[in-house]
Structure formats: C-alpha cells, structure tokens
C-alpha cells in the first residue's frame, strides 16, 4: 500500500500527470436535487477555469437510485434527457426502468458465469490425489 503511494508521489514528482491532471477547460459544477422517493438528479454545469458558467457547453444531468434485490440495495446510475431540471425529472422514471432492466440482466448474466465455475466434490481437479480425502473444489 505503501509503495503504491509512493508510485503516485513519483509520477507527480517526475512531471507524469497525465494521469491524474484535471482539465480546466472540462470543469463543471455539481448540483444535487431529490424528491426524497425515487432518488437523485445531478446537474453538472459547466464552468470555465475562473468558475464563472461557460455556456460553450451543455448541462448535464444525471440520475440515481437504488433498487433492492436479495442481495441487498444496487445502485443505479442513468443520464437523463432534458435542459432543465424539470424535463430531466420528466425523463427519470423511463431512465430508471432502462437502467433496472440492464442490472437484471447483467445480474443473470453473472449468475450464470459463477454457475459455470462451480466444481462438485469428487470431480476431479482435486489437490488430494485420487485418495478420496479432499479433493473437491468451490461450491457456491
């Protein structure tokens, strides 16, 4: 971990902060809304490098949720359609169900990947030989 830390104070040091440099043609300032049911809306507007608003560019909005499997809460993150605050929260509840139908399906997805690694006692690819100690491997 420590060594990890001192790689980032080396490529700050040695100039390398392609990395890690923020843009300051690419600032935005953040604005958060809820309706304290559904979720979030973050509006990022973008600022020049003195912090003035930079109309150059387009505000941004950004919506959040959570939505409870048995696994517990997954949080959901959409971006919204809209130029003010009231057609992105129009915009939210389609957004929401898109992003809820893509977590479903990248939880199936996952699902049947860990499926495929499970390896039932006695199958082989035990590391106690064909003794019948050991031997097994995951069992989710």
């Known amino acids: 971990m420590a060594e990890d830390s001192f790689m980032a104070d080396q490529n700050l040091s040695d100039g390398n902060q392609s990395n890690t440099a923020m843009d300051p043609n690419g600032l935005y300032r953040e604005e958060n809304f809820t309706d304290q049911k559904m979720g979030a809306i973050r509006k990022l507007v ?17 919506g959040s949720a959570q939505v409870m499997t048995p696994m517990g809460a997954i949080p959901l993150n959409f971006a919204l359609d809209g130029a003010t605050i009231g057609e992105a929260a129009s915009d939210f509840a389609g957004k929401a169900q898109l992003a809820v139908e893509e977590a479903g399906r990248e939880i199936e997805r996952m699902r049947r990947e860990q499926a495929s690694k499970i390896v039932v006692p006695g199958q082989g690819g035990g590391g106690m030989g064909s003794s019948g100690m050991g031997g097994g491997g995951i069992i989710t």
């Open 46 to 62: 973008p600022v020049k490098a003195d912090g003035s608003d930079d109309p150059e560019r387009e505000t941004q909005f950004f």
